[in-house]
Structures are given as structure tokens and as C-alpha cells.
């Protein structure tokens, strides 16, 4: 059992005497019998078992400076175990620092935690170096700190570095040093949060004497923090003063962030009463509006306007949408309650309990529920837990609770049984050498979503070495030389000259024969040190990426169901002056003389930063085409002014206009959308470029004309839907099997005609024989209503990504560069396609495509390599065959960090790409040339390519091969070691398959020397710790130079011992 021990230093843990009396035993009765208290061992084990006095005396001195390793079950990463030095404590409860909780994932609601003492000095050294908590308070996953303060201490911390407003017109007391500030707030003249004028480190500020007390535990020369601190804000500094100052600090300002935080949360005392739930006024006219708006929808569906599937999708965004209004309105009511001190609000706002989510379904309203299978029940949950629920809504909410506790069950043992594959397929991967001496690398660059930065540059490359040099674009010259480390300042130094992707060493390219090189891996982030050789990386990554599966499949129990489901977009806009560069795809013009997209296509407008004309401006200092940084001087106005550049862009001069231009951005729209701007007009911020239907995916008619149906007939692939409560018909298109039609719509207008294909599930608009006017909507196809994404969504779509499954409904890649011809023909219930080449002289590419599914691409299209020609899901296999392996693994790495970074986990890149890695090892042998393999082998790339350097040595023609991609399963049991593959799954089928085929295991991973009980090949247990011989004939002679040292004698009774340790 543990509880908390809010006195204890970083590196300590409370352990029960009586624990310690028998943890300790064989340590005390030596002690006891060598100070003559006991006259042998035998005595000495019954004097400490009766707990005699003396036997306490002796426990003190045999448990000061012996660590012991503290485990919590279920140790999902590295951090579950961690070094301790024991302090001894009544009571019968081992005591646990408040922050090392996050990186055991503890809890004090009665959690148990074992102990395990190391025994011999060998044994007590590697606990003390590498497993003692202060030498673990960064998060091995990605390198932030692990053990940030949380709950009690943040809000002691947030209150004590707040402000409380001040009075207008009354001047701010002053102090000249913070002797003076303390008097005061002894003597009650001045409060924590008071603002106030002292003279500080050579400066007046103006501050809070909270904030001065704060800053007092804060290493010397760090700069003044003059701000409220949240828990983000705090983390922030714990992550800076690590960088600037090393861990040894860092720890000790934790304990004082921990002293600063419960004595201030103890002092300020903040509590909730249910008065500080705060119900918005608003909220009764804004759910009033709601029920107008659902009416309203539901009307239009009773007319026949809109089908089912679009009222109840409008009626869940409509819901969602007064959520979210409500929730604004009821923050800000809460922000003005109290003078911004209501407990609630500051509970969620300083990050110390609750969410915006939770806050929202106390004082707000409960929103949409989601049904277990995931769909949204369209009965919003008008009232919120203050207000108390109706019969009616309870019962809908046990839905989500019941959810929560059945999936909490269920997907833990998935996330576990993630991280075992993981751990399996990526534990031979060691740091096993400085340089692999590659020349490839891969390209990194910032995130982005919209014109959002997700994650920086400086971000993503943080921790790797440069594969080429950094060139400064305006002197020419190198800044960083190629294998260079980017700490946080060379990140910051390449994102400031103006880059947005740079080339990187990485472990997806590392040509080492074991496990990879330093200079591949990079940084280890635990410590933001070079990796070093025998760092266990493989293992590490498959951690990193395992254990927050498991934390997240626990996360949906929390929120308890409440249904996240996104307010759909019924427009494309962006968020900044742009201009629009161009428009490509077919417009045609409807009746109302709207501009309308036919097909797919894209907008491409660029951000336009600062316009002027030229006469505005004299004496230039930059010309066309040329790069700026934020406040480079551009130019000066005829006054004298200065021009500068209010953001990085690039210059355009042109028309009598000067103007400087950031980005482009390319905005996908789909068929049916209706443009409102044309090429070079410039548009404002949140101006709506283009208008779509956000329910239906459409099909539209380019020409005026006569409808024909052409293999649509009601009864086989058309269904007739009667709508029981509207009596409206609806005309579906089902699958058909039994006959071979191809569903299509033509549009005849004299001797022209243009015929759609017609997907499955699409719902047809027009009769056949029917008049349609060019931009009419032929059918519509729903848009699948998106499910709640959370983790459980997630999980499964991690495990698909490293399983390398080929997806149900996978999308169709076109083989090469050219122009689509659609042929018409069906072949066993495919459509037929043609792809002609760009060149004349290849032969056409025939692609086949399932009757049923749409296609993305009409006659006379362009394609390119890799376009997806059809809808439906990628399947990372095509990819590899098409696009080849670069794309693949950028294409696995950013789906599996999708998934975690949807969930708010940081996981560094290099995890995901040394697994990726291991599933990319083998080639599948095409030709065997000269070579000792067979066609159709699978075989290593690394085995490959030696053989064939072997081959081409001695004048014979190589093999050739093509990348394969194996998924967890299927690649751990294709290892090389077949004990490591036997002890993973299908154990006869591996061993008797070994015996067939008489292999040899080299014992170079960690699994197959656990199994034969060696020390594994990493860490202290590497090859090139082996060769290290200590010797020492007393005490203290270790300490002596070298030189002496070889002259001595080597003592022979030691010379002996280590003889036969070899």
C-alpha cells in the first residue's frame, strides 16, 4: 500500500520499519554479529525477530545510502521502475514523493507498490547511476518533463502567482527589496496577490509579492517569472531549467515547487460549494433557438427536402453547436464571477482538475450522448448536473458511463497485447556503433492542419543530427556542417532562417548490420544527451508507443460518453488576407449563374502580408522573389518611415504593386461545390470562398439536357424507399449480383452526351427522360456520419497500421503518369479503366475498379503516379509497390502520430520509425542471379546486400529484390533469432521449423539471452563493457592515477577470481 509523502525529497521514499526489519534481515544480523551485539548469526536472526532495541539502532545505519527500487504494477514503460533511497517511517505504508505519481501512474487510493533491495555492490552502483528518480524526470517517449507538478501544487502555485485587479487611480505601494515585501505581508499591509512596485535585481518592477516568493526558489540568473503560472507554464520552466541548468537543479527546485504549492494551496484554501457553479443566463434562449432550428429541420424533411440521414446529421450539428455556445457564454460568466477567482474556473484554468468538458456538463449543458456503438443519440441532453437531469435524460447517460467501465476493460488488454508485439519485433534494435556512415537521410517539416501549426519545425527535428549542411539563404554560407546535433537553440537558429523542412539522419535509413548507429538515433530523450552505444532503443520506442496506448483506452471512462462529434463546415475559408492564385478544376456556370465545380478540384490562395503601391514607397532595399524574416527593413515611405516585413514571406512586385506574400495553401472541394471568388481577387479574412454540401458527396451534370438511365432498374439495383412518416420516395442504388450492370447517367443534348458512373448507396435525384440544366445535381451520395473519435477508434487503427493489414474497401493507385480513358467494359464485376502513358511508346495501363465504388476521375483526366483513382481506404501495401519506400514510412509515421496526437500524446518521431524500421528489414528476391538464394526468398536487406557486393566482387550478375512490408506478427516470427520468434507465439511451429532447416541463434537481442539466462547486449551488459577489469587490494586505491596502479602487483587472490568469473 502506498500514501503520500509530501515531506520527503525527490529522491527518497518512506519505508515502514517493520518492512525494513525484514527487508534488510541478512544485512542487520552481519552488522549485529560484527559489532559483537549477537555471538553468531543464528542468535543475531532471533534477536531480530524478537526486535530488540539495538536491532533498531542497527537498521539505521544499514538502510542510509542502500537504494531500493520501487515497482508498480502494470509497468508499462521503463519509468514503472525507479530507485529510492529509503527513509525510515512509522506505520505500516511505504510513502511515495507527490511527483514521481505521473511516471508510475499512481494514485493513493490504495495502490500497492513492491520493493526490491539490490544485494551486491556491483548491483547497488547501477541502481544508484542509472535508476534513482532524479536521474528519471524526463519522459524517455519524448523528452518532457515526467514529473511536473499536478493538482494540489499547481493551484498553490496558480493562486500565489496571480493578481488580483487593481483599484483604479490608487498608485502601487513600493518596496526596495523583498525583505520589506515579506513585512508588509506579515503585518497585512499588502496581500500575496496584490500588485506592487519593488526594486528587483537592479530594476523597478511591477509585481505581485506571490510572484517574488516564487521566483525565490528559482535557479540564480534565471530570468523573472512575471506571470500567472498554470500547469503548462509551470512544466514549461521545469523543461527550461533542465536545458540551462542539468537535472541536479532541476530536482531540487521540484521539492521547492512542491513546499511553494501545498503551503499556498493550504494558506489560500479554495473550495467548491455548489453556488460556484455558475448556469449561464443565456442559456434558456440559446436552447430555446435550438429546439426552433430541429423543429425547422424537421419540417423540411416532412416536405420532402431534405432525405432522413441529412435531418438527423443537421440536428446533431445543431445540438453541438448550442454546446458549444453555451459552454462559451457560461465561461465567460464564470470568468467574471468572483473577480476571476471562482474555484471552479481556477480549478480548470490552472490545469489543477476538470476540463472545459467537465465544466461544461456541470454548469452547462450534458450535450449528445453516444450509443456503445459509437453513433450519436440526436436527443441532446438539454439540462446540466447543477440543475439536475430528467428521468429520461438519466437514462440516456447510462449509455456512456456503462461504456466507459466495459471499455476500460476490454482495450487495456488490447494496449498490452500492442506493446508485446512492439517489444518483440523492436528489442534487437541497440545503439551499436558512432556512424553508420550513410549518405541517405529523411526529410522532416512542420505539421501543419489548414494553415494551423501542429508541431514546429524546431519540434520535429529536435534531438537529430543534420544529413546535409545548413546554408544561410541570404550569405551562401554554411551555419551547421551535415551531422551536426540540433539542440533547442540550432532548432530555433534553421527555423528562424526562414526553413520549413531540412534533411535528417534517422534510424529509418541507418545502414548498421545490428541495431543502429548514434549519429542515425540521435538524442536519447530521457536524458537530451547523444545516445549512447548499448542504449536499448528498440525496446525504449516499443514502450513509448505501447504505454500511452494503455493510458488512452482509459481516458473515454472519464468524460463519461459525452459524445464529441465536430460542427460540420459548411464553407472553405481561411483566417488572412490572401489572394487567389488560381482555381483548378472544371467550372461550369448553373442558373444562377454560380460558378460550380464538375469535378474535384482545388484553390490555391496565397496569404498576402502587406500591400502598398509602388509610388507609396522610396529608396527599396529588397527585389522581386526575394526572401524576407519578420521585421526585415523592406523599404522606407517618402516621410522617412520604415517599411518592415510584419511576417517571413517572399517579395512581389508587379502591376505598380509592392506586395510581400507568405504560403500558399491548397483547399481541396469536392464536386458540386459553388466558387465566390475568381483568380487574383483578394479576399478577406474568414471571407467564404466556396460553399458545399457537407452531408452528400455529389454527382452534376455539365451539360444541358435529357436524362437517360442506362443499367439503373428499380427492383435489381434500385431500391424504392418509401418514407413512412413524409411518404416521400426515395431511389437508392444497392449492390447487384447476380447481373452485370454497370448503373450510369447519361445526359444527352443533341449529338454530345456525357455519362456518370453511379456508386452503391448513392441516391438518385432525377427520372429518367428528365430536362437537367448544366450544375444540376444528378444524385448525391451521404457522407458517413462521423463516429466519436476516441482512443478506441484509435487503438485499432494503430494496431492496423503495424499489422500492415490490407483495408477492406482499399482505394486503387494509378500505376503511372497519364490520361484516364473509361472503357466501359465489366469484367467480373469490375469496371475497366485505361491509364495511357505521358510516353507513346508504353503500353496503356488497364486498371480494374468494383462496380459499386465511386470513382474519383472522369474521361480525359490526368493522373499522376500514386493518385487515388477511386474512394475508399490506402492500403500502406499499394503505397510501398507504387510509390515505393520513402513514401511508405512518411505515410506510416504520420498515421500512426495522427492517432496519438488526436488524443494530445507527444510521441517522438524516431520511436515510430525505429518499429517501422524492423517491418521494412526484409526484400522478397525476384531474380537470384549469381547469388545462394532462391526466388520468392524473403531475406534481410542488410543479408542482401553484402551477398550481392560479394557477387558483383567476383564478376557474377546480383540478385534483384523488391521491399516488402511485414506487419508485427508476421516480422517478429521471421527474425533471425528463432528463440526470441518461439518465445513470442506458434512455439512448435518455430522450433521444429529451426530443427528442419538447422539453424543457428547468435544470441544477439535481448529476449534470446533472458531465455538462456546470459547478460543481455546492452547497457553495462555491451561488448565493450566486457573488457573493463577493476581491480582493487584496499579501499581508496581505485582513486590513485593509472600509472601507479600497473606497477603494483595484481593480488593474486583476486587475479584468481577473475580468472574463473571468465
Known amino acids: 500500500m502506498i500514501v503520500v509523502g509530501p515531506e520527503l525529497k525527490y529522491h527518497e521514499m518512506g519505508l515502514p520499519k517493520k518492512m525494513a526489519l525484514e527487508l534488510f534481515k541478512p544485512f542487520i544480523m552481519k552488522r549485529l554479529v560484527d559489532l559483537d551485539l549477537a555471538p553468531n548469526i543464528k542468535s543475531a536472526k532471533k534477536k531480530v525477530e524478537a526486535e530488540d532495541k539495538e536491532v533498531f539502532d542497527v537498521l539505521e545505519y544499514v538502510v542510509k545510502e542502500h537504494p531500493v527500487m520501487l515497482n508498480r504494477a502494470p509497468t508499462l514503460h521503463r519509468l514503472g521502475i525507479q530507485a529510492f533511497l529509503p527513509v525510515l517511517v512509522e506505520?505500516?505504508?511505504?510513502k511515495l514523493h507527490p511527483l514521481v505519481c505521473h511516471a508510475f501512474n499512481a494514485d493513493f487510493d490504495g495502490d500497492q507498490m513492491a520493493i526490491h533491495v539490490p544485494?551486491?555492490?556491483?548491483?547497488?552502483?547501477?541502481?544508484?547511476?542509472?535508476?534513482?528518480s532524479p536521474h528519471n524526470i524526463l519522459n524517455p517517449a519524448n523528452g518532457h518533463p515526467i514529473?511536473?507538478?499536478?493538482?494540489d501544487i499547481v493551484l498553490g502555485i496558480y493562486y500565489l502567482t496571480s493578481e488580483l485587479p487593481s483599484e483604479p487611480g490608487v498608485p502601487l505601494k513600493s518596496f526596495s527589496n523583498l525583505e520589506e515585501v515579506h513585512y508588509a505581508i506579515d503585518r497585512g499591509v499588502v496581500e500575496f496577490r496584490t500588485k506592487i512596485s519593488v526594486y528587483h535585481q537592479g530594476k523597478i518592477l511591477e509585481t505581485t509579492p506571490g510572484r517574488l516568493i516564487f521566483n525565490t526558489i528559482l535557479p540564480e540568473g534565471y530570468a523573472y517569472v512575471n506571470r500567472p503560472l498554470s500547469d503548462k507554464e509551470t512544466n514549461r520552466i521545469?523543461?527550461?531549467?533542465?536545458?540551462?541548468?542539468?537535472?541536479?537543479?532541476t530536482v531540487l527546485m521540484l521539492d521547492d515547487i512542491k513546499k511553494l504549492g501545498y503551503r499556498y494551496a493550504t494558506l489560500f484554501a479554495p473550495t467548491i460549494s455548489i453556488e460556484d457553479i455558475r448556469v449561464s443566463p443565456g442559456k434558456v434562449g440559446l436552447v430555446g433557438d435550438a429546439n426552433k432550428e430541429v423543429e425547422k429541420a424537421d419540417s423540411e424533411y416532412r416536405k420532402g427536402i431534405i432525405t432522413n440521414e441529412e435531418r438527423r446529421k443537421k440536428v446533431i450539428e445543431i445540438w453541438t453547436k448550442t454546446n458549444d455556445l453555451i459552454t462559451e457564454s457560461m465561461f465567460k460568466e464564470l470568468e467574471k464571477d468572483k473577480g476571476g477567482f471562482n474555484p471552479v474556473f481556477i480549478m480548470a484554468a490552472s490545469g489543477a482538475r476538470g476540463s472545459k468538458q467537465q465544466i461544461r456538463q456541470l454548469a452547462g449543458m450534458r450535450g449528445l450522448m453516444a450509443k456503445p456503438s459509437g453513433e450519436i443519440i440526436e436527443l441532446a441532453i438539454r439540462s446540466n448536473f447543477r440543475e439536475g437531469l430528467s428521468v429520461l435524460e438519466f437514462f440516456i447517460s447510462t449509455h456512456g458511463a456503462r461504456k466507459g467501465l466495459a471499455d476500460t476493460a476490454l482495450k487495456t488488454a488490447d494496449a498490452g497485447y500492442l506493446t508485446r508485439r512492439l517489444v518483440d519485433i523492436s528489442q534487437d534494435v541497440i545503439i551499436s556503433e558512432d556512424d553508420c556512415g550513410t549518405e541517405e537521410s529523411i526529410s522532416l517539416g512542420v505539421v501543419k492542419e489548414g494553415e494551423n501549426v501542429i508541431v514546429s519545425l524546431n519540434d520535429r527535428v529536435f534531438g537529430r543530427y543534420t544529413a546535409e549542411d545548413v546554408i544561410d539563404p541570404v550569405t551562401d554560407q554554411v551555419v551547421y556542417p551535415r551531422n551536426t546535433l540540433i539542440t533547442r537553440e540550432v532548432g530555433q537558429k534553421v527555423e528562424n532562417l526562414g526553413y520549413d523542412k531540412i534533411r535528417v539522419r534517422s534510424p529509418l535509413t541507418c545502414e548498421s548490420k545490428q541495431g543502429v548507429c548514434i549519429r542515425c538515433y540521435g538524442m536519447d530523450m530521457a536524458r537530451l544527451i547523444p545516445a549512447e552505444i548499448g542504449e536499448a532503443v528498440g525496446t525504449i520506442a516499443a514502450q513509448s508507443i505501447g504505454q500511452p496506448?494503455?493510458?488512452?483506452?482509459?481516458?473515454?471512462?472519464?468524460?463519461?460518453?459525452?459524445?464529441?462529434a465536430k460542427v460540420q463546415e459548411k464553407e472553405h475559408k481561411v483566417s488572412y488576407t490572401g489572394i487567389v492564385n488560381n482555381i483548378n478544376g472544371r467550372l461550369i456556370t448553373n442558373e444562377k449563374s454560380q460558378s460550380v465545380f464538375s469535378r474535384r478540384g482545388s484553390i490555391v490562395i496565397q496569404r498576402l502580408i502587406q500591400q502598398y503601391k509602388t509610388e507609396e514607397l522610396s529608396n527599396l532595399r529588397v527585389?522581386?522573389?526575394?526572401?524576407?524574416?519578420?521585421?526585415e527593413l523592406v523599404a522606407t515611405s517618402p516621410a522617412g518611415e520604415n517599411i518592415t516585413s510584419e511576417m517571413p514571406g517572399t517579395i512581389h512586385i508587379e502591376n505598380g504593386l509592392f506586395r510581400i506574400l507568405g504560403e500558399e495553401a491548397v483547399i481541396p472541394v469536392k464536386t458540386g461545390t459553388i466558387v465566390n471568388v475568381k483568380v487574383n481577387d483578394i479576399t478577406q479574412p474568414n471571407q467564404p470562398l466556396a460553399e458545399f454540401d457537407p452531408y452528400n458527396e455529389v454527382g452534376i451534370s455539365e451539360i444541358d439536357g435529357t436524362v437517360q438511365w442506362m443499367d439503373l432498374e428499380i427492383g435489381k439495383n434500385v431500391r424504392r424507399d418509401e418514407d413512412l412518416r413524409t411518404s416521400n420516395i426515395l431511389l437508392k442504388v444497392i449492390e447487384q449480383r447476380r447481373e452485370k450492370l454497370n448503373p450510369r447517367i447519361a445526359v444527352i443534348s443533341g449529338g454530345s452526351r456525357e455519362e456518370y458512373s453511379v456508386p452503391v448507396d448513392a441516391i438518385i435525384s432525377v427520372q429518367d427522360g428528365d430536362k437537367v440544366k448544366a450544375g444540376d445535381i444528378l444524385f448525391k451520395i451521404p457522407t458517413v456520419a462521423e463516429k466519436t473519435r476516441d482512443i478506441t477508434g484509435g487503438l485499432p487503427r494503430v494496431d492496423e497500421l503495424f499489422e500492415a493489414r490490407r483495408p477492406k474497401d482499399a482505394t486503387t493507385l494509378a500505376e503511372t503518369d497519364g490520361?484516364?480513358?473509361?472503357?466501359?467494359e465489366i469484367v467480373k464485376e469490375k469496371r475497366v479503366l485505361y491509364i495511357h502513358p505521358d510516353n507513346p511508346d508504353l503500353e496503356k495501363v488497364k486498371v480494374t475498379i468494383p462496380i459499386g465504388k465511386q470513382i474519383r476521375v472522369r474521361n480525359g483526366d490526368f493522373v499522376k503516379r500514386g493518385d487515388q483513382i477511386d474512394d475508399g481506404n490506402l492500403d500502406p501495401h499499394d503505397i510501398l509497390r507504387v510509390k515505393g519506400v520513402t513514401a511508405l514510412q512518411v505515410y506510416l509515421v504520420q498515421e500512426v502520430q495522427e492517432v496519438y496526437r488526436l488524443q494530445g500524446v507527444h510521441i517522438n518521431d524516431k520511436h515510430i520509425e525505429v518499429v517501422v524500421r524492423q517491418m521494412l528489414r526484409k526484400v522478397l528476391?525476384?531474380?537470384?542471379?549469381d547469388t545462394s538464394f532462391v526466388n520468392q526468398q524473403q531475406i534481410d536487406r542488410l543479408v542482401f546486400n553484402e551477398e550481392n557486393k560479394r557477387v558483383i566482387a567476383e564478376g557474377g550478375s546480383p540478385a534483384e529484390s523488391v521491399p516488402i512490408l511485414l506487419g508485427l506478427t508476421k516480422a517478429s516470427l521471421n527474425t533471425e533469432s528463432f528463440f526470441s520468434a518461439a518465445s513470442f507465439q506458434e512455439t512448435t511451429k518455430v522450433l521444429t521449423d529451426a530443427a528442419i532447416k538447422g539453424k543457428t541463434d547468435n544470441l544477439m537481442g535481448l529476449k534470446e539471452n533472458v531465455i538462456i539466462g546470459h547478460m543481455i547486449p546492452a547497457g553495462t551488459g555491451t561488448k565493450k563493457y566486457k573488457d573493463i577489469a577493476v581491480f582493487k587490494s584496499a579501499y581508496g586505491d581505485l582513486d590513485r592515477p593509472l600509472e601507479e596502479e600497473e606497477e603494483e602487483e595484481i593480488p593474486q587472490a583476486i587475479a584468481e577470481e577473475s580468472d574463473a568469473e571468465e
Open 623 to 631: 527585389e522581386n522573389g526575394q526572401k524576407v524574416d519578420k521585421g
Open 819 to 824: 490520361k484516364i480513358e473509361i472503357s466501359g
Open 549 to 564: 496506448g494503455t493510458q488512452l483506452t482509459m481516458r473515454t471512462f472519464h468524460i463519461g460518453g459525452a459524445a464529441s
Open 925 to 929: 528476391i525476384t531474380d537470384s542471379g
Open 147 to 151: 514529473c511536473g507538478p499536478t493538482q
Open 91 to 94: 506505520g505500516k505504508a511505504i
Open 119 to 132: 544485494l551486491t555492490p556491483k548491483a547497488q552502483l547501477e541502481t544508484w547511476m542509472l535508476m534513482l
Open 238 to 249: 521545469i523543461a527550461d531549467v533542465y536545458d540551462k541548468y542539468g537535472p541536479a537543479k
